[in-house]
């Protein structure tokens, strides 16, 4: 059974830090998804990595993938309030489109 | 760009009633799913369908039922609601074939009595 487990669940963080969410998954996968979750709104994809190595940044966020480690992470540099929403990341089990989803990291940013 | 809607923002229901959650998406997508989203637990499926009629039982789906008549719609039943279904419940959709992403809906949160 394919687990996904991030780390960790809870961040508090002041503005301008750099900081890292890590997702492990259990099983073989090399497709790795992360979305973002603002309070009380849906998830909006931010990221999809589809290789081992693959790396895709966006603004101040960076999301890698090492499928042989079956670890990807978000690494957040020089955090602002704006990044302030849990993290998601989801994993896809054998091509088949279901995906297994992280618990989710609740990311606060203090400015 | 994609747009997948909900039928409902809130809804409070009680016990026993029987519940009807709708998702319509607007951009021919195959695959469309339901989730649940609860505290500390991530994302659950609970039913996904591949095609018009077609469905398939995801990770919980015990006190659920699913309907698919046409491509950009997807329901989701409570049969009898119990106060455990209580819950954010979003729906999604995706190409057959598209290794991008998942297009999520507003969600309904529901609040069962």
């Known amino acids: 059974e394919l687990k996904v487990e991030q780390n960790p669940l809870f961040l508090s963080m002041q503005e301008g830090k750099n900081y890292t969410i890590y997702c492990n998954y259990s099983t073989t996968s090399d497709r790795l998804y992360w979305y973002r979750q603002d309070p009380g709104k849906s998830l909006e994809s931010l990221f999809v990595?589809?290789?081992n190595g693959a790396v895709k940044q966006e603004g101040r966020l960076m999301a890698s993938l090492d499928t042989k480690a079956r670890l990807s992470t978000l690494h957040i540099t020089a955090a602002v309030h704006d990044l302030s929403a849990t993290y998601f990341c989801?994993?896809?089990?054998?091509?088949?489109?279901?995906?297994?989803w992280g618990a989710g990291t609740k990311l606060i940013i203090k400015p | 760009d994609v747009k997948v809607t909900q039928s409902s923002r809130y809804l409070v229901k009680r016990t026993g009633e029987k519940v009807f959650l709708e998702c319509v998406q607007d951009m021919d997508h195959e695959n469309m799913f339901w989730y649940r989203q609860d505290p500390g637990l991530g994302l659950r499926l609970i039913y996904f369908?591949?095609?018009?009629?077609?469905?398939e039982k995801g990770d919980i789906p015990e006190g659920y039922s699913v309907s698919r008549e046409k491509k950009e719609r997807f329901s989701l039943i409570l049969e009898s609601a119990s106060t455990n279904q209580t819950s954010m419940y979003l729906c999604?959709?995706?190409?057959?074939?598209?290794?991008?992403?998942?297009?999520f809906g507003p969600g309904t949160r529901l609040l069962v009595l």
């Open positions: 999604a959709s995706t190409l057959w074939g598209d290794q991008e992403t998942q297009y």
């Open positions: 990595l589809l290789s």
């Open positions: 989801a994993v896809d089990e054998d091509s088949n489109y279901q995906l297994i």
């Open positions: 369908s591949y095609d018009v009629k077609m469905k």
